[in-house]
């Protein structure tokens, strides 16, 4: 693809001062890479320099007059629906139907921002003594940064945008630098939608274009998805700017609890979804699977059977269900982590490595691992055990009671999503009060969530600022007035 530039006050321009070349590669055919970019930290200044510049004529507009612009944004973006969807798996390397899903996500987050989310921020009043009156309005912060990740390079990078907009906000994206292209594309979508110059803004690169972004003095609020790692190295950069608010999405180590009573077919089904969707790549997939002694030996067949009828391959071909990951760098990871579990109790139901394909890629096949209970050593940071993956790969623990099956879920410093399968409620609101997560699921997948609910977790997993359905809050100021009429 060619290079339009990064997106600034309603124009691509090229970096030139400074600027570095970036490979964005197309992880299924490595041969024929998707494209080349250039990125300079120096666009941080103009992008947020043309934000700030576009906020107050933004800012001033009436809720409807922006929400006609979500509106042509939804419409474009349905015409471009395949073309996205085409590049996200070239880009990213997920099945072109999920792609496909992602996309149709985006065009629902519209619906649910307009009809829902704003209704979160109405005004409301009250009278009191004295012939006064107590009034909250939301105010909107001014220029929100958006961090998106690689593993739904669309909708990370829309949706907060979205909220931002929606609330008065202007925005500046700096996608992941594994995606560029994604997000040029989004870029041209919101320039056909004919948004005002400097609402929206793109930054392109690496980890020091990030740096300069949530650090720069014009920035009021950052919503970043993401790793553990580079969301606490966000945290340091900006601790003496405690003014701006930070929301913080980042890494999960979640859990499926199978119990004796529930439904072992559907259970097998959700938690071999939450495993390998995405090919593993996903915060809230499923990493351990915790089954109760009794259904041990059913629910593993159940499951290792749908592991050996499962499709890797290409992303743009029929029926595969499994895609490369994304990068070398992955690649590289997931391997470690998975060589390191015989060395720390687990049996081998089904190896790893490097699937053999005919196109040059980062295909893994897809493993499965077996141990009895939680390991007597202490959370060890590096650990198969105890640390995200982010690979195709699940952990399966017989356990002998519920109470060990939630210790095991707790031990981990991740706290996203944790889902339990039992036909039981009982058990479920025992999951509710004694697990250290974020979201809790009953006899659904931990990928599973809704564009209704908040999503954010504890632990590693968050800092207590849930974005999803709750965005609006990250995005305005409450704003509490004591008013008298003259």
């Known amino acids: 693809m060619r290079f339009l530039g990064n997106f600034i006050n309603g124009k691509f321009i090229k970096p030139v001062r400074g600027a570095k070349r970036l ?49 042509r944004f939804q419409k474009v973006l349905r015409a471009h629906a395949k073309e996205l969807a085409l590049l996200i798996t070239r880009e990213m390397g997920k099945p072109l139907g999920e792609s496909g899903l992602e996309v149709e996500r985006i065009l629902g987050k519209i619906d649910t921002v307009r009809k829902y989310e704003l209704g979160l921020i109405s005004q409301s009043s009250h009278p009191l003594d004295g012939g006064m009156t107590a009034v909250l309005r939301y105010r909107p912060r001014g220029v929100v940064a958006v961090l998106s990740p690689f593993n739904l390079p669309a909708h990370l990078a829309v949706s907060p945008a979205l909220s931002a907009l929606a609330t008065g906000n202007a925005v500046v994206l700096k996608p992941s630098e594994l995606t560029p292209f994604t997000a040029q594309f ?63 999405e980042m890494g999960g180590k979640n859990s499926a609890i199978v119990l004796k009573d529930c439904d072992l077919s559907r259970a097998a089904d959700e938690a071999f979804t939450g495993a390998f969707l995405t090919t593993g790549q996903r915060c809230n997939a499923t990493s351990r699977i915790l ?31 499994m895609g490369p990951v994304v990068s070398k760098k992955v690649f590289g ?43 007597a050593f202490p959370v060890k940071e590096g650990s198969y055990t105890d640390d995200e993956i982010l690979g195709p790969d699940a ?73 999803g359905f709750f965005s609006p809050y990250l995005c305005t100021i409450p704003t509490s007035s004591l008013e008298r009429r003259p």
């Open 395 to 467: 952990a399966i623990y017989i356990v002998d009671s519920l109470d060990e099956a939630i210790a095991i879920n707790n031990r981990t410093r991740y706290g996203l999503v944790v889902s339990v399968f039992t036909k039981s409620r009982a058990n479920f609101e025992k999951v509710l009060r004694g697990a250290e997560n974020g979201l809790v699921n009953w006899n659904v997948s931990t990928t599973r969530s809704s564009g209704r609910l908040p999503f954010g977790g504890l632990k590693r997993s968050g800092n207590n600022r849930p974005a």
């Open 23 to 71: 490979l964005s590669e197309d992880p299924g055919d490595l041969s024929h890479p998707v494209g080349e970019i250039l990125f300079s930290t120096a666009a941080v200044d103009e992008a947020v320099g043309a934000a700030r510049k576009a906020f107050p004529g933004w800012s001033s507009l009436s809720p409807k007059e922006r929400e006609a612009y979500l509106v």
């Open 291 to 321: 089954v109760e002694r009794p259904a041990a030996k059913k629910f593993i067949s159940l499951f290792l059977g749908k592991v050996d009828r499962m499709r890797v391959g290409y992303g743009m071909e029929p029926g595969v269900f």
């Open 186 to 248: 989004l870029a041209e979508l919101w320039k056909k939608a004919g948004l005002p110059k400097g609402v929206f803004n793109l930054a392109q690169g690496p980890g020091e274009v990030g740096r300069a972004l949530v650090t720069h003095p014009g920035i009021d609020a950052i919503i970043f998805t993401g790793s553990w790692q580079t969301g606490s190295k966000i945290q340091t950069q900006i601790q003496k700017q405690p003014h701006k608010i930070c929301a913080l």
């Open 333 to 375: 990871h997931a391997l470690q982590f998975i060589k390191k579990a015989p060395g720390e109790g687990f049996e081998v139901l089904r190896g790893g490595g490097a699937f053999p394909y005919k196109k040059k890629g980062y295909y893994l096949k897809p493993s499965a691992h077996l141990r009895e209970g939680m390991p």
